[in-house]
């Protein structure tokens, strides 16, 4: 497979990408360009950042374009990730005997989620990618394939993260500097979603939140990834060739609350399995979190959250019931907690 490349060309240029481009799709979906975003000349870039600034702020979702990550590279992890799911279970024990924080783990997650009222059902694979990489040893393949894609979207990630950075007023090295980013975390999980037409009550995933700083995610053109905007569900539907982003808790901590991570769900319909594939980065596992000083100076209220460690957030989210942004609150200040004579108390 061809090594890495670090330059920026599109997967498949998108036809009427000037028309999408800092824009939106149909539904209102924000759109960046990457290839504007990185190679614009300087005014526009200045544009896809303040748009990108905006997505972030707005939404938490948005759908990245001419973003480098070869089309090829992407039907090849879903055929091996769909080799994988359907290797006899017993090629599999020692992943589906592991726990939250083994490396590599296989399992069928089923359970009633009251934040829905309905049962989760999908079938997954997680894997550690970065610092260090993890792979099942079979299928064959996995390993190469995946790899080489953590590091596209690894690097696809740590890019929109400089933008995201500079989209915020700051320097763009400064939040990969605040999380320590050079040493991220990142993780890969399959999803795999097998069709379920009978009622509503049946669905992927609850809504959640991710724990981490950016998703990236791709499906296998089946539609049923929602997004709550403005307290609304939208189904997400691709325009072709692009990647979903999807913004995270630790972007919420580092921005003092001027981004917002975005609450998600999985549907299930249908005749057809879906499945979907992720690339999460989060801080070095090491790193305190908290909103950068700059962003919390400026803010009426002073600072939103308290540090963290990532791999304690990581860990209380990990072990809570899936239930939206619940796991936030453990780091959010209460700014209008009332005293016993009823006044705030800040
Ligand atoms: O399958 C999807 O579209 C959503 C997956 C997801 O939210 C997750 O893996 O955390």
Redesign the pocket.
């Known amino acids: 497979m061809a090594s890495p490349s670090h330059g920026h060309f599109p997967s498949r240029p998108i036809e009427d990408s000037a028309e999408c481009a800092g824009a939106s799709s149909r539904d209102g979906i924000p759109v960046i360009d990457l290839d504007i975003l990185l190679n614009g000349d300087a005014q526009e870039q200045s544009r896809a950042i303040r748009d990108l600034g905006r997505a972030c702020e707005d939404w938490g979702f948005f759908m990245v374009i001419n973003h480098g990550v070869p089309e090829a590279l992407q039907e090849a992890v879903m055929e091996a990730c769909k080799e994988l799911y359907s290797l006899p279970r017993e090629e599999k024990a020692d992943y589906i005997a592991a726990g939250p924080k083994d490396p590599i783990r296989i399992g069928t997650g089923l359970f009633y989620s009251d934040v829905d009222d309905a049962v989760c059902r999908?079938d997954?694979l997680k894997m550690i990618a970065h610092p260090e990489f993890h792979c099942p040893a079979k299928p064959a393949n996995l390993r190469e394939i995946t790899m080489e894609y953590s590091i596209r979207t690894r690097e696809l990630l740590l890019e929109l993260a400089q933008a995201i950075s500079k989209s915020l007023e700051l320097d763009g090295g400064r939040v990969s500097d605040a999380l320590n980013l050079e040493s991220c975390f990142q993780i890969l999980?399959g999803?795999n979603?097998p069709p379920y037409a009978g009622s509503d009550r049946v669905m992927?995933?609850s809504a959640?939140s991710?724990h981490g700083l950016l998703?990236l995610?791709f499906?296998n053109g089946v539609d049923?990834?929602e997004v709550n905007h403005n307290g609304q569900w939208l189904l997400a539907k691709p325009l072709p060739g692009s990647l979903f982003i999807?913004t995270g808790d630790q972007l919420e901590i580092v921005s003092n609350g001027r981004y917002k991570a975005v609450v998600?769900?999985?549907l299930v319909r249908g005749e057809q399995t879906?499945m979907?594939f992720?690339s999460m980065i989060g801080p070095c596992l090491d790193a305190i979190v908290e909103p950068v000083q700059e962003l919390a100076r400026s803010a009426p209220q002073g600072m939103e959250f308290r540090g963290i460690k990532y791999r304690d957030y990581m860990e209380h989210q990990q072990s809570s019931r899936i239930n939206k942004k619940a796991a936030l609150d453990i780091v959010r200040v209460q700014h209008n907690i009332l005293t016993c004579e009823g006044t705030p108390n800040n």
């Open positions: 999908r997954y999980v999803n979603y992927g995933i959640h991710d998703t995610l499906q049923g990834l999807i998600h769900r999985a879906r979907s992720v």
